[in-house]
């Protein structure tokens, strides 16, 4: 649970509303790192849209290397994502 102010998926509308359902498209749910943006929608897309470039975009490294690269580094600053 965040102690940061959220807007519940239920009561997202607009631009929010629309990040909130991708969300829930690719992965079943609204998860907690997506919530804690709701304040500021824009900010919510900018960080989703860095993430697929660095995820799935041109890289010298397989998409195996960088997922496994992100779970290394959770795992070393003990954080659930």
Same mark, same amino acid.
Not at 46 to 66: I, K, N
């Given at each position: 649970?965040?102690? +940061? =102010?959220? +807007?519940?998926?239920?009561?997202?509308?607009?631009?929010?509303?629309?990040?909130?359902? =991708?969300?829930? =498209?690719? %992965?079943?749910?609204?998860?907690? +790192?997506?919530?804690?943006?709701?304040?500021n929608?824009?900010?919510?897309? %900018?960080?989703?849209?860095?993430?697929?470039?660095?995820?799935?975009?041109? %890289?010298?490294?397989?998409?195996?290397?960088?997922?496994?690269?992100?779970?290394?580094?959770?795992?070393?600053?003990?954080?659930?994502?």
């Open positions: 649970m965040s102690n +940061i =102010q959220e +807007i519940p998926p239920d009561e997202a509308t607009g631009l929010l509303r629309r990040l909130f359902d =991708q969300a829930v =498209q690719r %992965s079943g749910r609204v998860w907690g +790192i997506v919530r804690v943006m709701s304040l929608p824009p900010v919510l897309r %900018s960080s989703m849209d860095f993430y697929r470039a660095v995820m799935f975009g041109s %890289s010298p490294l397989s998409r195996w290397r960088r997922e496994m690269l992100a779970v290394v580094t959770a795992r070393a600053v003990d954080c659930f994502y």
